[in-house]
C-alpha cells in the first residue's frame, strides 16, 4: 500500500506533541511496515511543502529509524537492498540543502550508517563530497564540511587500530588536498569580504568547521599533508586566533559569536596537538602561548567570551604539562602575575553567576557538581591553577595562600559587602588543598602538604553553617559544599556533629542550599572508613529517619506539576540513600513512605521527564522492598500493585523495566513459597510477545519470568504455557544480545519445570542451541553452551546427567521440527530487532538479584564429591579408581586419590 505523504507528516507533526505522541508514534510504527518508507522520510525533509516542523520531525524520525533498523547484529542490512543504495545516493546531496536544524538531524544518521558501512560498503562517499567542495560557494561547503565532520568525528574516542587507520588514510588520500586547497580559498575569501557582514559571517562558519575537521582527521596521528604543511598551517591557524573585526561581534551578551566559536575551536584543536605532537608541534607553539596569555588579559567579562577564555585556559593547562614549556611560569613573580592576571579575574563570583543562583538553581547546581561547567571560566582558571601546582607545588602554595588571606581579610572589613571576597577565598582555598583527583565516593582523598582542611574550616567556614542569620545563601552553598568536598579528610567525631548541621540547612528556604544540604547528607550517608565501616550509620540516622524523609518528600512535593516535581534529583537520591541506611528501621514508617512514592511514581508516569530522578525514585522502592517486604509482603504487593499497573496498562516505557524488576523482587521476598493469584494473574501479559518488543524491557522479563518459574512451575504447565516459555526461550537464545537471557530462562526451566512435562522438548532444545553454535558462535554462546552441559550433568538425581546429555545430543538431526508453539504465540515469528525499541534497561542495585545457589543441600562441596566419587567406584567395581591410578600423571593421581579415600 502506497504511502500517503500528508497524513504522514500529520502523524510526524503529532509525534512531537507530547499531548498526542503515543497515537501518532503508533501510527508511525505501522507505516513503517510499508515499502520505502524511509525514502519517503526523506521526500517530506526535501520538499519542505509540508511545513518546517513536518520537515523536522521526519528528519527525527528518520535518524531514530536509521538507529533501528539499518542493519542487524551481524552488520546485514535490514532495508531492502534498493532502498539502501537509494539513501545513499540521496542523502548528502540533501543534507547540503536543508536548514542547519534538519542537517543536525541527517549528519546523526550519516554517521550511523557510517559506523556500518563506511568506507568498504560507501567508498564513493568521500569522492562524492571532494567532489562538491567548492571555491567561492560557502553554504555547500558548509553543507559538505557538516557531512565530513559527522562522520568522521567518530574517529575521536577509538582505539588505535590498524582497519582504523586504514579507513583514515583512505580518507586522507581523497579528501586531504581539495580540504588544503579549500583552506586556502576560504581564507582568501574572508580577506576579500571584511567589510561584508553576512558573507563574512558565512566564511565563519566554513572557518570554524574547517578547524573542526582538522581535529577529527588529526585526533588519531598528525597526517603527512597536514605535518608537511604545518608552518602555512599553523600560520594560519594563528592568523585566525589573533583576527579581530566588529562586523562579527554580537549585540548580545551572552551568546558567544562566531569569531569567538572560531577561536575557541583553534584553542580546542591546539590543545590536543600540544598533548598528542610535541615532536612536531612544539617548534611552532610559542606564538600561540603568548596570543593565548595577550587574550586572557584583554577579554571582557560577558558571559559571551567564556567559551573562549576557557578554551585559552585549557590550552595553557596542557601546555604546563609540558616540562619545557613549564618552566616559563617557574618563579614567584611569573607565578604571581598569572594568578592575579589570569587564575583570579576569572575565579571571582560575577553577577551573571548570582543571576544564575537565583533564576535557574537547578542549572547552577548541575554546572557546580557534574562537570558541566567544564568550559566555564572558573572550572578552566582552577583546571590551570591545579596543573601550575602539579609543577610547583611550593611556589604556587604560597602565591595562592597570600592570595586567599588578602581576601578574607577584605571580607572581615566589611562582611556585607564584601561577601564575593569570602566566595572566592574559599573556592580557592578547595582547588589548591585538594591533591590528585577528587572521587565521586570520598571527596578528595589527598592533600597538600601545606593544607589544614579541618583547621580552615573551624576558622574560616564553620560559622556560616552555625549562623541563622545574616549569611548570604552563597556563602551557606560554599560551606556546605567544603564539607562535601573534604569529606574524606573529616574524622568520624567531627562528622557527628557536622552532620546535625547539614540537616538543619535542609530545611532552608533557598533552593540552592537545601539542595547542596541534601547532596552533602547523601554523600556522608555513603562515606565510608579505610575498614570498610560506614562513617555515619544506622544507629545515627535512625532516630532522625522519619522527620527528614518527610522534610525531603515535602520538598519534591511542593509543586504537582511532573516536570517541576521531577527536577531535583539530588533530593531523590538523599531518599533514596536514608531508606538504604536505615534498613528494617524503616518498617514503623513503611506507611508514609509508600504513600509519598506511589505519589510521586503516579504524578511522574504523567510525563516522565528527568531519568536521573527517577532512577533514584524506583531504587528508593526497591530499598523498602529489600528491606521490608518480608515482613509485609501482602502490604507491599497491595499497595504498590495500582501504580505498577498503571505504569504497565499506560506503556510508560521510562518505567516499564523497573517494574518488572520490582514484580520480580517482591515475589523473590516473599516467604510464602507459592504463588498467589496476584502474580498468576501478571504471567499471561508477561507472556504476550508485546512487552518483549521492547528491547530495554527483555532483561528485566527474564528477571521477573525466572522468579516466577520457581514457584509457578506448575501452574504454567497446567495453563498450556510451557511452549510459550520454550518460544521466548529460542527468540532470546537466537540473537546475540539476548543470547545470556536465553541461557538463564532455560537454566530456570529444567531446574523447575517437571521433568515429565519437559521431556519431549530436549532433542528439539538442543538441536536450537547447536544449530546456533554452528551458525554464529560467540565466546559466551560457548561459555554458556558448557555450563549448560555441566549443569545437565550434575542433575542425574532428576533423571538427567552427563548419560542423558550425551543422549540427547545422538538424537539430534537436521529433518527434525522445530519448537513447538501454540497457535497463538506469534513470539518466535517476530525479530525483535525489527521492532520499536522502548528506554534501555537500568538494572536497580537495591534489588539486585542474589546468586542463586543451585544445590542449596549440599553444604560441604569436598565431603560431597568424594562420596559420590566413591559411590560411583563401587557401582562400576573400582573402574574409576584404576584408571585414575594408570592413566593420570602423579600430580593429578594424588590429588584425586584424596577424594576415593575412605
Not at 515475589?667 to 508477561?686: D, F, K, V, W
Request: with cysteine; hydrophobic share 40%; aromatic share 10%.
Amino acid at each position: 500500500m502506497a504511502l500517503d505523504l500528508q497524513q504522514l507528516s500529520k502523524a510526524l507533526e503529532a509525534s512531537l506533541d507530547p499531548t498526542k505522541n503515543k497515537q501518532a508514534e503508533i501510527a508511525l510504527l505501522q507505516e513503517e511496515k510499508k515499502p520505502k518508507f524511509a525514502l519517503s522520510l526523506l521526500q517530506i525533509v526535501a520538499t519542505g511543502t509540508s511545513g518546517d516542523t513536518a520537515r523536522l520531525a521526519s528528519a527525527l524520525y528518520f535518524k531514530n529509524l536509521i538507529k533501528r533498523r539499518w542493519v542487524d547484529e551481524n552488520g546485514k542490512h535490514k532495508l531492502p537492498q534498493n532502498e539502501v543504495i537509494a539513501i545513499k545516493s540521496e542523502l548528502i546531496g540533501l543534507m547540503i540543502s536543508v536548514p542547519p536544524n534538519v542537517q543536525n538531524q541527517l549528519g546523526d544518521a550519516i554517521s550511523v550508517i557510517a559506523d556500518s558501512d563506511f568506507w568498504e560498503r560507501w567508498d564513493t562517499l568521500v569522492d562524492d563530497l571532494a567532489s562538491r567542495l567548492t571555491l567561492d560557494n560557502s553554504q555547500q561547503n558548509n553543507g559538505v564540511l557538516q557531512v565530513a565532520h559527522s562522520i568522521f568525528k567518530r574517529w575521536r574516542p577509538l582505539y588505535r587500530s590498524d582497519p582504523l587507520f586504514i579507513e583514515i588514510n583512505h580518507v586522507l588520500g581523497k579528501f586531504g588536498t581539495p580540504f588544503l586547497s579549500l583552506i586556502e580559498s576560504t581564507d582568501r575569501l574572508i580577506s576579500q569580504s571584511q567589510n561584508e557582514q553576512k558573507t563574512l559571517r558565512e566564511l565563519f562558519t566554513t572557518l570554524n568547521l574547517i578547524v573542526k575537521v582538522f581535529y577529527d582527521l588529526s585526533v588519531q596521528d598528525l597526517p603527512p599533508i597536514f605535518e608537511d604543511n604545518l608552518a602555512a598551517v599553523t600560520t594560519f591557524l594563528h592568523k585566525y586566533l589573533v583576527y579581530e573585526n566588529k562586523l562579527l561581534d554580537t549585540n548580545d551578551d551572552t551568546e558567544a559569536g562566531p569569531l569567538q566559536l572560531v577561536k575557541a575551536s583553534i584553542l580546542e584543536l591546539l590543545e590536543m596537538w600540544v598533548q598528542k605532537y610535541e615532536d612536531a608541534f612544539g617548534q611552532h607553539v610559542a606564538p600561540f602561548i603568548e596570543s593565548s596569555w595577550n587574550l586572557l588579559t584583554t577579554v571582557g567579562i560577558e558571559v559571551k567570551m567564556d567559551i573562549l577564555v576557557s578554551k585559552a585556559l585549557q590550552f595553557l593547562t596542557a601546555v604546563t604539562h609540558s616540562a619545557e614549556h613549564a618552566q616559563a611560569f617557574n618563579n614567584q613573580n611569573t607565578l604571581g602575575q598569572v594568578v592575579e592576571g589570569v587564575i583570579l579575574p576569572n575565579l571571582n563570583l560575577r553577577d551573571s553567576d548570582v543571576e544564575l543562583f537565583e533564576d535557574e538553581p537547578i542549572e547552577f547546581i548541575r554546572r557546580d557538581l557534574e562537570g558541566s561547567d567544564s568550559d566555564t571560566r572558573r572550572r578552566s582558571a582552577i583546571n590551570f591553577l591545579r596543573q601550575l601546582m602539579a609543577k610547583f607545588e611550593a611556589l604556587v602554595g604560597v602565591v595562592a595562600l597570600r592570595y586567599i588571606d588578602h581576601y578574607l581579610s577584605e571580607y572581615d572589613q566589611d562582611r556585607s559587602s564584601n561577601w564575593k571576597s569570602k566566595d572566592t577565598a574559599v573556592y580557592l582555598y578547595s582547588a589548591v588543598a585538594a591533591k590528585g583527583a577528587i572521587t565521586a565516593s570520598q571527596g578528595v582523598t589527598s592533600i597538600h602538604d601545606f593544607a589544614n582542611v579541618v583547621d580552615f574550616f573551624q576558622r574560616n567556614i564553620a560559622t556560616e553553617l552555625v549562623a541563622d542569620q545574616g549569611t548570604p545563601s552563597i556563602l551557606k552553598v560554599d560551606a556546605i559544599k567544603y564539607l562535601y568536598t573534604f569529606r574524606g579528610q573529616i574524622t568520624a567525631g567531627q562528622w557527628q556533629e557536622a552532620f546535625p548541621l547539614l540537616v538543619k540547612h535542609l530545611g532552608s528556604s533557598e533552593y540552592v542550599v537545601y539542595t547542596y544540604a541534601a547532596i552533602a547528607l547523601e554523600r556522608t550517608m555513603a562515606l565510608s572508613n579505610v575498614s570498610k565501616q560506614p562513617v555515619i550509620g544506622r544507629s545515627d540516622v535512625e532516630g532522625l529517619a522519619p522527620q527528614l524523609l518527610e522534610h525531603l518528600f515535602g520538598l519534591i512535593e511542593r509543586d504537582s506539576q511532573p516536570a517541576k516535581l521531577q527536577e531535583n534529583e539530588f533530593l531523590m537520591r538523599c531518599i533514596m540513600r536514608v531508606l538504604i541506611v536505615i534498613k528494617e528501621g524503616m518498617l514503623p514508617s513503611v506507611e508514609t513512605i509508600l504513600l509519598h512514592l506511589i505519589k510521586i511514581i503516579q504524578v511522574s508516569c504523567q510525563n516522565p521527564s528527568n531519568p536521573k530522578f527517577n532512577y533514584y525514585l524506583f531504587e528508593a522502592v526497591g530499598a523498602l522492598i529489600r528491606y521490608s517486604a518480608s515482613t509485609l509482603p501482602d502490604k507491599l504487593e497491595t499497595d504498590l500493585y495500582s501504580p505498577f499497573a498503571t505504569v504497565l496498562q499506560n506503556d510508560v516505557q521510562e518505567f516499564v523495566p523497573y517494574v518488572f524488576q520490582l514484580f520480580a523482587a517482591l515475589l523473590e521476598a516473599n516467604p510464602s513459597g507459592s504463588l498467589s493469584e496476584y502474580y498468576q494473574s501478571l504471567i499471561p501479559p508477561i507472556l504476550n510477545p508485546t512487552p518483549w518488543s521492547s528491547k530495554g524491557n527483555v532483561p528485566a522479563l527474564v528477571r521477573l519470568v525466572t522468579a516466577i518459574i520457581p514457584r509457578g512451575a506448575n501452574v504454567m504447565v497446567q495453563n498450556n504455557q510451557l511452549d510459550t516459555l520454550l518460544g521466548i526461550f529460542q527468540r532470546l537464545v537466537s540473537t546475540k544480545t539476548n543470547e545470556t537471557y536465553g541461557f538463564d530462562m532455560l537454566e530456570s526451566i529444567i531446574s523447575y519445570i517437571p521433568q515429565s512435562a519437559l521431556q519431549q522438548y530436549y532433542v528439539i532444545i538442543l538441536q536450537v542451541l547447536l544449530t546456533r553454535l554452528q551458525s554464529s558462535r560467540t565466546d559466551t554462546f560457548a561459555t554458556r553452551f558448557v555450563r549448560l552441559y555441566h549443569f545437565i550433568s550434575a542433575k542425574d538425581d532428576t533423571g538427567l546427567g552427563a548419560d542423558f546429555f550425551i543422549s540427547v545430543a545422538d538424537q539430534v538431526q537436521a529433518e527434525e521440527p522445530p519448537v513447538p508453539t501454540t497457535s497463538d504465540d506469534v513470539i518466535v515469528e517476530q525479530d525483535p530487532e525489527d521492532m520499536s525499541f522502548g528506554v534501555g534497561f537500568t538494572q536497580l542495585t537495591t534489588i539486585r538479584r542474589p546468586v542463586r545457589d543451585q544445590w542449596p543441600e549440599i553444604g560441604d562441596v569436598k565431603a560431597w564429591v568424594s562420596e559420590y566419587l566413591k559411590a560411583a567406584d563401587r557401582r562400576h567395581n573400582g573402574t574409576i579408581s584404576t584408571n585414575a591410578r594408570e592413566r593420570l600423571s602423579a600430580e593429578v593421581a594424588t590429588a584425586f586419590a584424596v577424594y576415593l579415600q575412605n
